[in-house]
T-cell receptor
């Protein structure tokens, strides 16, 4: 089945540790996105990438890093510099850079700092 | 920059009643508009989208939305809701005719359907 796979579904991290969230898609989509979701805040854009080896910061990029070495993969690293990393993280992709395409979402990763 | 405002954070309704979830957007240029639904601990699923043409857009699960350019609104409606419609709903906007941009989301509306 084609889709977007995020792993793991639940992740626990100790304060001060970096952690990497995986996002893989087999939809052959060019564009990929990372959003953070907090209760009552909606979805806020962290990073996005329109093509391989290129990405742009979103509204809340501080404390996060990404890479786009392969078209199908867009991992997100939450660094120790992120002050409040506990949240639900959603990865998405869309067919191209065109504005008239919707985004398709993964099932999310819930990160908890303990 | 564009933005989205969902006017109600929570909407409680009884089963089989009609419902309207309100969404207003702000943009100085043309936009494309989307409604997504999210069930607990899951990703988002597209309900419907407005790109151009008819201002009344029909989506999945019996939902529809109307684009009103003069009022910069894109309200979501369903004539008769079911318990299974209980979920969080997000309105989103993207600049039209501008490649390389991401969807911008509102803060969401929680729809609670009770019997």
């Amino acid at each position: 089945d084609g889709g977007i796979t995020q792993s793991p579904k639940y992740l626990f991290r100790k304060e001060g540790q970096n952690v990497t969230l995986s996002c893989e898609q087999n939809l052959n989509h060019d564009a990929m996105y990372w959003y953070r979701q907090d209760p009552g805040q909606g979805l806020r854009l962290i990073y996005y990438s329109q093509i391989v080896n290129d990405f742009q910061k979103g509204d809340i990029a501080e404390g996060y890093s990404v890479s786009r070495e392969k078209k199908e993969s867009f991992p997100l690293t939450v660094t120790s510099a992120q002050k409040n990393p506990t949240a639900f993280y959603l990865c998405a992709s869309s067919p191209g850079a065109g504005a008239n395409t919707e985004a398709f979402f993964g099932q999310g990763t819930r990160l908890t700092v303990v | 920059a564009q933005s989205v405002t969902q006017l109600d954070s929570q909407v409680p309704v009884f089963e089989e009643a009609p419902v309207e979830l309100r969404c207003n957007y702000s943009s100085s240029v043309s936009v494309y508009l989307f409604w997504y639904v999210q069930y607990p601990n899951q990703g988002l699923q597209l309900l419907l989208k407005y790109l151009s043409g008819s201002t009344l857009v029909k989506g999945i699960n019996g939902f529809e939305a109307e684009f009103n350019k003069s009022q910069t609104s894109f309200h979501l409606r369903k004539p008769s809701v079911h318990i299974s419609d209980t979920a969080e709903y997000f309105c989103a906007v993207r600049l039209a005719n501008q490649a390389g941009t991401a969807l911008i989301f509102g803060k969401g509306t929680t729809l609670s359907v009770s019997s």
